[in-house]
């Protein structure tokens, strides 16, 4: 079975400091990670994918994401928020056995000034 | 957002009707996508082409067609909308298919709000 999690429904961190969201999945075979951001009113933005390679993957926006096989985790960071990153962001992982891609169901990041 | 429209934009139907969304993109992508997104639930994938003509099922197609009768465009059609497909539908497009790697990110469009009264 395939299946993606977001254990938080939401994270606020203040401006300036260093921000996750959390993301871990289950696949058989190989993964492929993927997260996107959703602002409001708006369609889903790639932001960075992980397929093969380095473990640390870097992205748009400052957005860089590590790959953690042991622990099944995809966690996406940023080293400084910014609250224009304030928006909805999910992780999505596919599997060489399917090559079909799963959604979370999101987590707002809200960053306050 | 990628060269990718979809119309309508927003859509109010009472039980019963029928209901055509369309997708059409300007990238030449070979892949296009029928996602719907819930609170609670994210996005899940409701059929998918990979090619013209060439169309799959994805994970809650029960209510649902698609055709693609040319690259550029996408249908999805609700035969006799339900007010459980009030939802907000995205279409996507991707170069490739996941399991190539390269390319196989999927883009979005601005997505269509349906209501079925």
């Known amino acids: 079975a395939q299946s993606v999690a977001q254990p938080e429904d939401q994270v606020n961190v203040a401006e300036g400091n260093p921000l996750t969201v959390k993301c871990t999945y289950s696949?058989?075979?190989?993964?492929?990670l993927f997260w996107y951001v959703q602002y409001p009113n708006r369609g889903l933005q790639f932001l960075l994918k992980?397929?093969?390679?380095?473990?640390l993957v870097k992205g748009s926006y400052g957005f860089e994401a590590e790959f953690n096989k042991s622990q099944t985790s995809f966690h996406l960071k940023k080293p400084s928020a910014l609250v224009s990153d304030s928006a909805l962001y999910f992780c999505?992982?596919?599997?060489?056995?399917?090559?079909?891609?799963?959604f979370g169901q999101g987590t707002t990041l809200q960053v306050k000034p | 957002d990628a060269g990718i429209t979809q119309s309508p934009r927003h859509k109010v139907t009472e039980t019963g009707t029928p209901v055509t969304l369309r997708c059409h993109q300007t990238?030449?992508?070979?892949?296009m996508y029928w996602y719907r997104q819930d609170p609670g639930h994210g996005l899940r994938l409701i059929h998918y082409?990979?090619?013209?003509?060439?169309?799959d099922k994805g994970e809650v197609s029960d209510g649902y067609s698609v055709s693609r009768s040319k690259t550029e465009d996408f249908l999805l059609t609700l035969e006799s909308a339900t007010s459980s497909q009030t939802s907000v539908y995205f279409c996507?497009?991707?170069?490739?298919?996941?399991?190539?790697?390269?390319?196989?990110?999927?883009?979005f469009g601005p997505g269509t709000r349906l209501t079925v009264l």
């Open positions: 996507a497009i991707s170069e490739s298919g996941l399991l190539a790697g390269d390319h196989n990110e999927q883009f």
């Open positions: 696949v058989s075979g190989n993964p492929y």
């Open positions: 992980y397929i093969t390679g380095d473990n």
């Open positions: 999505a992982v596919g599997s060489s056995n399917t090559g079909k891609l799963i």
């Open positions: 990238e030449n992508h070979r892949y």
């Open positions: 082409s990979y090619g013209v003509k060439d169309t």
